[in-house]
């Protein structure tokens, strides 16, 4: 049985700013939004929560505890100032860290929050726990859809979320609308699950 898409399709992206996967599904999705019509919502989720009672190898328990801290900041911004802050501070944040490379998490957020013109004193909630709440609720509305063995980012249209896709490079143009149109249809089918290979090639910013 399948269901018949609307007419413009909702996009709900959940993100989690160090993920660099997460990262290039993002780009793809500024590459659908320019081409199709479409209304995209963004979210974030975390690494941090989804790992935090997991057996992890010291290097990645250490990338896990340094960064709540990034997403902590966008969620207070967009509590404080609206959703719409959402992006622009994920883009800031993750065009220094991702394709930037860098990894000083302070000054990627004091920089981002200045660009985007938001009150710097929203990296102060980086080492606290006040916005864990809402960011619990975030990330569980995303994992909800997909369940929890999977990573960042979940990508639901007119409510049917998926981990991914998975994508380097950045697909551009009619190409990045195809791989929207095919991944519309697959959550079109009401018992589609999962399509996946291994990957063999990292992240190209």
Do not use: Q
Request: with cysteine; net charge negative; aromatic share 8%.
């Amino acid at each position: 049985m399948t269901s018949t898409p609307t007419a413009r399709p909702v996009v709900d992206f959940w993100f989690d700013p160090a993920c660099p996967w997460a990262w290039m599904t993002s780009r793809w999705m500024d590459e659908v939004s320019a081409i199709r019509d479409v209304d995209v919502r963004w979210h974030v989720m975390s690494l941090s929560v989804l790992n935090e009672k997991r057996e992890l190898p010291d290097t990645y328990r250490e990338l896990m505890d340094d960064s709540w801290g990034a997403v902590r900041v966008i969620v207070a911004a967009a509590r404080d100032h609206g959703d719409e802050v959402i992006k622009p501070l994920y883009d800031a944040m993750g065009t220094r860290r991702h394709p930037g490379g860098r990894r000083d998490t302070a000054a990627i957020i004091a920089e981002s929050l200045a660009e985007v013109g938001l009150p710097a004193e929203l990296a102060d909630v980086a080492g606290t726990e006040d916005v864990d709440a809402l960011l619990r609720e975030s990330h569980g509305e995303g994992i909800t859809l997909v369940g929890d063995d999977v990573g960042t980012p979940v990508v639901a249209i007119d409510g049917i979320g998926f981990f991914g896709p998975v994508v380097t490079p950045a697909p551009t143009g009619e190409a990045a609308g195809r791989l929207f149109d095919g991944l519309a249809l697959m959550t079109s089918v009401a018992g589609f699950y999962e399509l996946k290979r291994s990957r063999t090639a990292g992240p190209s910013f």
